[in-house]
């Protein structure tokens, strides 16, 4: 499979639930990248965790890191409508490149 | 808040013709790039630009590619002829520095050849 790889490829859940969404790569990373898109429309950065980190929080997000895995999850806590989007991981790898390798992304439904 | 910003946001062009995408990255920021989104596909990265310099590129960008920062705000993608192939969202993006930061992207070019 490619670099960043997300599961599951659709998730629709109920407003109030938790969302998680997980993200693997192959090659050795700098860091992570969540991002959010909403149909048609730009990449609105969510949160970047480093190699060096474990977990990162901001806000209702819950980002952790396993770099032994290659592996990292996206945890959207008490989730709303308004979050109903695709979600993207990317990777930026190790050394001194800085091109971002982004997956397929996982579309969040969440219904009211 | 400082955003990427990106004209025009729809264009639409016929195969062969000459396309330049606009970007005006955030003003204290040192990198920038361009990525597409075919439909349906995974955004992908095209082109890193530092210091007045491609410093990194993939394999689609091909010699009908090229990228311009002509005056200290804009950065431009320049498609020489386009082919109906090169349809797609076309994303620019920035950073301050280095390969740790967040890149901050545009909301999108959406390019249409006929």
């Known amino acids: 499979s490619q670099q960043g790889e997300e599961d599951p490829q659709a998730l629709s859940i109920q407003e109030g639930e938790n969302a998680t969404m997980n993200c693997s790569y192959k090659?050795?990373?700098?860091?992570l990248q969540w991002y959010r898109q909403n149909s048609g429309r730009g990449l609105v950065h969510l949160i970047l965790?480093?190699?060096?980190?474990r977990e990162k929080h901001s806000g209702r997000l819950r980002v952790t890191l396993d770099t032994s895995k290659k592996s990292s999850s996206l945890l959207i806590t008490a989730s709303r409508a308004a979050d109903t989007a695709s979600y993207f991981c990317?990777?930026?790898?190790?050394?001194?490149?800085?091109?971002?390798?982004f997956g397929s992304g996982t579309q969040l439904t969440v219904l009211p | 808040e400082p955003e990427v910003t990106q004209t025009p946001s729809h264009q639409v062009t016929q195969m062969g013709q000459e396309v330049i995408l606009r970007c005006v990255p955030i003003?204290?920021?040192?990198?920038f790039y361009w990525y597409r989104q075919i439909l349906g596909q995974k955004v992908e990265f095209l082109v890193s630009?530092?210091?007045?310099?491609?410093?990194?590129k993939s394999e689609i960008f091909d010699d009908q590619f090229s990228v311009e920062r002509p005056d200290g705000s804009n950065f431009t993608l320049k498609i020489r002829s386009t082919k109906l192939e090169d349809s797609a969202m076309y994303f620019c993006?920035?950073?301050?520095?280095?390969?740790?930061?967040?890149?901050?992207f545009g909301p999108g070019t959406r390019l249409t050849v006929l």
């Open positions: 003003s204290n920021h040192l990198y």
């Open positions: 630009f530092y210091n007045n310099e491609i410093s990194e």
């Open positions: 965790i480093r190699s060096n980190e």
């Open positions: 090659t050795s990373i700098n860091n």
């Open positions: 993006a920035s950073s301050p520095s280095g390969s740790t930061d967040t890149q901050y």
């Open positions: 990317a990777t930026s790898p190790s050394g001194s490149a800085r091109q971002l390798t």
